[in-house]
Nanobody, 117 residues
Framework: EVQLAESGGGLVQPGSSLRLSCAAS????????MSWLRQAPGKGPEWVST????????YYADATTGRFTILRDNAKNTVYLQMNSLNPADTAVYYC??????????WGQGTLVTVSS
């Protein structure tokens, strides 16, 4: 069964850091680009970052450039999102995502990040 499982969310103060993890199973992880998206309360999904299958190329939304870093460990079938200098606007449920074969969209269950003083 194809699965993605996020972890690492929590309640943090503004200016803090968090590292999210997404463990993949059921498919050849190293063959696919991986992305993080987020959905803030009352808003639609927002793309955050993408990493190429080999990890050599990374892409970021303007709102996260310079603060977030996407990483992957293909030996561990895991993609990470290192988030620094968090602010309340980063509060959201964070999801990892991939598209397999151009037709199978795979999402995790999400992990909640709350940034509040």
């Amino acid at each position: 069964e194809v699965q993605l499982a996020e972890s690492g969310g929590g309640l943090v103060q503004p200016g803090s850091s968090l590292r999210l993890s997404c463990a993949a199973s059921g498919f050849t992880f190293g063959s696919y680009d991986m992305s993080w998206l987020r959905q803030a309360p009352g808003k639609g999904p927002e793309w955050v970052s993408t990493i190429s299958r080999g990890g050599g190329n990374t892409y970021y939304a303007d709102a996260t450039t310079g603060r977030f870093t996407i990483l992957r460990d293909n030996a561990k079938n895991t993609v990470y999102l290192q988030m620094n200098s968090l602010n309340p606007a980063d509060t959201a449920v964070y999801y990892c995502h991939t598209s397999i074969g151009g037709y199978l969209e795979v999402w995790g269950q999400g992990t909640l990040v709350t940034v509040s003083s």
